[in-house]
């Protein structure tokens, strides 16, 4: 399977609701893993990651959560706006050839904020 | 501006070419990574290079390679280039190769083969 699996691939949800995008992971030796947002024919930039040490972190409306032992964490955004339309990609640092370790990140959320 | 430089920004060749995709990582960088984005397929991890040596590799195909130079800078060389290698390629920079440091992202190279 892949080493990091994304799910929704698509959600659409009204101005002031609430979203949340799921993300599991493989590698039990990761300990970091940042959230990107990509906006429309731009680069991925990061909006908040967290570590193994934590549990959950917030920054204004956006919070994640993370579950080590059951190697899946959570970005939630509440009180959507329409300029939060975009798609998220998680990642988690994965153990890479050389030992290494690659940001390796899910499919991508397309997120869509109905005004 | 992420401060990392990608050049060119779009690319458009025929079938059977070669092209170079180059990546100027930020200051003070010394790890640079390569990812391909094809439509609804995300960002899939080619290649790392860390202060100049390969680190990692991941699903790069043979007809793809890479170098980063004495100056950090790097090169992803594509030959024998097919409509299926039509592609937005990201190169991202870090300040190291352990867990942990953000990875900042240029804006990207657009390839079309036609």
């Known amino acids: 399977g892949e080493n990091v699996e994304q799910h929704p691939s698509t959600l659409s949800v009204q101005e002031g609701d609430s979203a949340v995008i799921k993300c599991t992971y493989s590698?039990?030796?990761?300990?970091?893993f940042p959230w990107y947002k990509q906006e429309l024919g731009k680069r991925p930039q990061l909006i908040i990651d967290i570590r193994s040490n934590v549990g959950e972190k917030k920054d204004q409306r956006i919070a994640v959560t993370l579950n080590k032992t059951a190697k899946h964490f959570s970005l939630h955004i509440t009180e959507t706006q329409p300029e939060d339309s975009a798609v998220y990609f998680c990642?988690?640092?994965?153990?890479?050839?050389?030992?290494?370790?690659?940001?390796?990140f899910g499919r991508g959320t397309s997120l869509i904020v109905h005004p | 501006d992420s401060g990392v430089t990608q050049t060119p920004k779009h690319l458009i060749t025929a079938t059977g070419q070669r092209v170079t995709l180059r990546c100027s990582p930020r200051s003070g960088d010394l790890s640079v990574y390569w990812y391909q984005q094809s439509l609804d397929q995300g960002l899939q991890f080619l290649i790392q290079?860390?202060?100049?040596?390969?680190?990692a590799k991941g699903n790069i195909l043979e007809r793809f390679s890479a170098q980063q130079f004495p100056d950090l800078h790097s090169e992803l060389n594509l030959s024998s280039l097919e409509l299926g290698d039509s592609a937005l390629y990201f190169c991202?920079?870090?300040?190291?190769?352990?867990?942990?440091?953000?990875?900042?992202f240029g804006q990207g190279t657009r390839l079309t083969v036609v």
């Open positions: 590698d039990s030796a990761s300990n970091y």
């Open positions: 290079y860390y202060n100049g040596e390969e680190r």
């Open positions: 990642a988690a640092s994965i153990t890479g050839t050389g030992g290494s370790y690659i940001p390796t």
């Open positions: 991202a920079s870090s300040v190291g190769a352990l867990q942990g440091t953000e990875a900042f």
